[in-house]
């Protein structure tokens, strides 16, 4: 089966959870009717967002999750834009050495979705520390070392590089960063990703911008990026989708089930994203 082909049955398929049964668009129709009942038991406040295209991200199709109110514990800390009203108190996150807690946005979605473009103008905005896995990985890549090479190869076959390097390199930069707010673009792209970072840096989260575009636009925009990447080429283009949607969807499903995910249709001019990103950041 052709892997378009294969994104519009699941698509179908979304459309008509009853008749999901198995496989991973049942789990997706599954977590999304847990987060829809979660938010309801909150009595959070729930969006539908209209549109329903094919697309890379049709796994949380009709739906748009909630950013988590402010729970027990919460810092006073919060983020401003331009001298508008302040944002309620983020939850805190429990550092485990005993420092000031780190507060972290995920910004996930397809390869060539926009992560990098509206993250820049987040940064340039909120003064968050913006860390791109991507940029990190090719910054590694370049050290000379085997491990390099490893990444070097991996990136340009469109696999995932494992867990600890990535982790590793993330919190270095942050430590390195001196700063406590932070934009992690690209990563978690899979389960494994996500729990290990979880696990061994006890931050979770504050929300997690999922950049939803169809598959035809991204695959356009990769390959007119024009930077001289290894990846941005037919053939690893094609395995970067494949990889989205088996390893890094699941992750979103994560954390939609937690009410954490925003979905944002990226399929418009960067101005028009950007406008409801900021919105969503400053109520953080
Ligand atoms: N909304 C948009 N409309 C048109 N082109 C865009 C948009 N957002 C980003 N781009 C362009 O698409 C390419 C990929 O964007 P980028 O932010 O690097 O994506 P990602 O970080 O998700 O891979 C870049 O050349 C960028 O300039
Ligand atoms: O946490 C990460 C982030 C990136 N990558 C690798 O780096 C490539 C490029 O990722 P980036 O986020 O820079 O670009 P995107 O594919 O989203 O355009 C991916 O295809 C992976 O090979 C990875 O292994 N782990």
Redo the contacts with the bound molecule.
Sequence with gaps: MTFRRRLVQAAVALAKPAAASRGSVATTAAAIQHATNSAACTGLPRAQFPWAKVSLGFAAAGLMTVAEPPSAGCTSTAVKADGQAAAPPLPAVKPQDGSVSHKVVFVL????????????RLVEEFGLVHL?A?DLLRAHMKSGSPEGQMVADMIKDGKIVPSHVTISLLQQAMDNSGKHKFLI??FPRNEENRSSFESQTGIQPELVLF?DCPEEV?ER??L????GRTDDNMETIRKRFKVFIESSLPVIQHYEALGKVARIN?????D??YKEVRRLVVEL
């Design positions: 979605g397809g390869p060539g979705s926009g992560k990098g473009t509206q993250s820049a791109s991507g673009d690209g950049f991204m925009r990769l007119g990026r024009n930077e990226a399929d418009r001019s960067a028009d994203i």
